[in-house]
């Protein structure tokens, strides 16, 4: 059993920045691809990134030049930088933990663990 905690959600203005952070424990055997999906009132789960083993990154394109993603020292952190924040990124954010060690193999809404959300608001 794996469990997933995510932190560092909360109000920011736009233009505002935001660190999340998400910690596995629990029975992890093998090093896997770890990330974030995000899901706003409304709409479907969408990816927001994912890291793999290596180290190699995968964003979606709205993301892109304004999110970093980043492993922790303990392979089983992952962190997401969040800058520029737009009322659009507005969402809960939720940590994942993939089945393998690629983001493109089972890594996704059906597979893997999945931390309980953490809202994100970006408002004036």
């Known amino acids: 059993q794996v469990q997933l905690v995510e932190s560092g959600g909360g109000l920011v203005q736009p233009g505002g920045s935001l660190r999340l952070s998400c910690a596995a424990s629990?029975?992890?055997?093998?090093?896997?691809?770890m990330g974030w999906y995000r899901q706003a009132p409304g709409k479907q789960r969408e990816l927001v990134a994912c890291i793999d083993t290596g180290g190699s990154t995968n964003y979606a394109d709205s993301m892109k030049g304004r999110f970093t993603i980043s492993r922790g020292n303990a392979k089983n952190t992952v962190f997401l930088r969040m800058n520029s924040l737009k009322p659009e990124d507005t969402a809960v954010y939720y940590c994942t933990l993939g089945d393998s060690g690629n983001c493109y193999y089972r890594f996704g809404p059906e597979f893997g663990s999945w931390g309980q959300g953490t809202q994100v608001t970006v408002s004036s």
């Open positions: 629990g029975s992890i055997f093998n090093a896997n691809a």
